[in-house]
């Protein structure tokens, strides 16, 4: 009965097992992490062992205290490589291609519903080609061209478009 007193009983408490390492790569992450804390002599019985095929086991370090905020530091370097692979935003229209739109429109007499009508296109698209919000589109850009009678893409833009003569 006086074995009862002496013996204690702790409830909770997980005992640590030591981890067999099964591949190659368990033994290479767990060698090159633990390199630091192992002594040349100790580095070179686990090298023996590996090499002979035996089992190898090892216990983790449990740490405590540590400042969990600095263990993981690559935080910066990760948003600065998403920094640099970041896409562009696409080109937006040329200001002169919404002012030489809108000139010859007001030319023609006509609204910006009756030129989208036209084109086959929203009221709202010919509003963003007029204020430079909008990404060219080429064949938009081609049917404007048409309705409007003046040149919206190349070198020479507000140009009047040559009207073929029919013979």
């Not at 992490?33 to 686990?46: D, E, M, P, V």
């Not at 600065?80 to 080109?91: G, I, M, T």
């Amino acid at each position: 009965m006086s074995d009862d007193w002496d013996s204690k009983t702790v409830i909770g408490y997980k005992r640590q097992v030591a981890k067999v390492a099964k591949k190659d790569s368990e033994i290479n992450g767990m060698l090159s992490t633990a390199l630091f804390i192992l002594t040349n002599s100790s580095i070179l019985t686990f090298l023996a062992a590996r090499r002979t095929g035996a089992v190898v086991a090892t216990d983790k370090k449990i740490s405590g205290g540590g400042n969990k905020a600095h263990q993981g530091t690559d935080h910066q370097r990760i948003a600065k490589l998403d920094r640099e692979n970041e896409v562009a935003p696409p080109a937006k229209i040329l200001p002169s291609v919404g002012r030489a739109m809108q000139t010859a429109r007001l030319e023609l007499k006509l609204s910006q519903k009756d030129v989208a009508q036209k084109v086959n296109e929203k009221p709202s698209v010919i509003q963003d080609y007029e204020s430079s919000k909008a990404i060219p589109n080429p064949q938009i850009l081609g049917k404007l061209e048409r309705v409007l009678g003046v040149k919206l893409r190349g070198s020479d833009i507000g140009k009047k478009l040559e009207t073929k003569k029919a013979s």
